[in-house]
């Protein structure tokens, strides 16, 4: 938490009990006090580190309970909570896990594969940072064979339209199938969508995309639409990953 003056409904999502828009309300319904007056202003300034803050008589703060879950979203899910469309979110597959959670990144509506959702905003932070270079792993169906200048164009940086070059990548073939060919790409940024966006610049559109792995993370064996927490040494390898480490391993 930062230790400088924060909005309340801010200091209250960064302290892991609820989204900002949720915490909105919450102040709204005169359900939060600091230092014991009810506030009903979301912008009020606060010494998160210095004040006592309590929703429903019950202190919050940086010692909120952290949680993070692995999960397998299936195709078909967007990862927001509330979707005024009405199509299916990967909360309507969570269920009750005890916390208010937030997907670190994102993975498209058609993609699936490795999510984490998390009430630690530190620790969504790291993995979302370009500067801490956290490689993530996807697992790629595109249309056709890539030639060997495809690959090598995915690998040293794709120029998107727009203007905007992606850096480099690791990209290799696993194999081809009479619906295409099967890449394995790394990443160490998360621009909108891609890794589609990159394949598609070099010709080949995606047919499927699985996120397999996230930093020291992998899927594995979580069936689609499970989620299973995160114990102490899985979060203690997110945690540590530096950007040099993030950055060796796409050269």
């Known amino acids: 938490m930062s230790p400088g003056p924060l909005s309340l409904a801010r200091a209250l999502s960064k302290f892991g009990v609820c989204s900002r828009a949720e915490a909105e309300r919450w102040i709204a319904d005169g359900r939060v006090e600091v230092d014991g007056e009810v506030v009903r202003w979301p912008a009020r300034r606060i010494e998160p580190r210095r004040q006592r803050v309590t929703v429903d008589g019950r202190r919050v703060g940086d010692d909120t309970e952290r949680v993070a879950l692995a999960f397998h979203k299936p195709a078909g899910y967007i990862t927001t909570r509330a979707e005024p469309g009405g199509r299916p979110t990967v909360y309507d597959l969570l269920g009750d896990v005890g916390r208010w959670v937030f997907p670190v990144g994102r993975l498209d509506r058609d993609s ?27 697992h790629v169906l595109v249309e056709g064979v890539p030639s060997a200048a495809a690959l090598s164009v995915l690998r040293e940086g794709v120029s998107l339209p727009g203007g905007t070059l992606t850096r480099p990548a690791r990209v290799r073939s696993l194999g081809r199938g009479r619906e295409g060919a099967w890449l394995e790409i790394v990443i160490a940024e998360g621009k909108n969508r891609q890794v589609r966006r990159m394949c598609a610049a070099v010709g080949h559109e995606v047919q499927a995309l699985v996120r397999v792995r996230i930093g020291a993370l992998e899927l594995g064996d979580l ?19 530096t950007a040099s480490r993030g950055e060796r391993s796409m050269r």
């Open 112 to 138: 699936s594969g490795l999510l984490i959702l998390t009430n630690d905003h530190r620790l969504g932070q790291r993995l979302t940072d370009p500067g801490h270079a956290v490689p993530k792993t996807y």
């Open 223 to 241: 069936a689609p639409g499970r989620w299973r927490r995160l114990d102490a040494g899985e979060l203690a390898r997110l945690q540590t990953r």
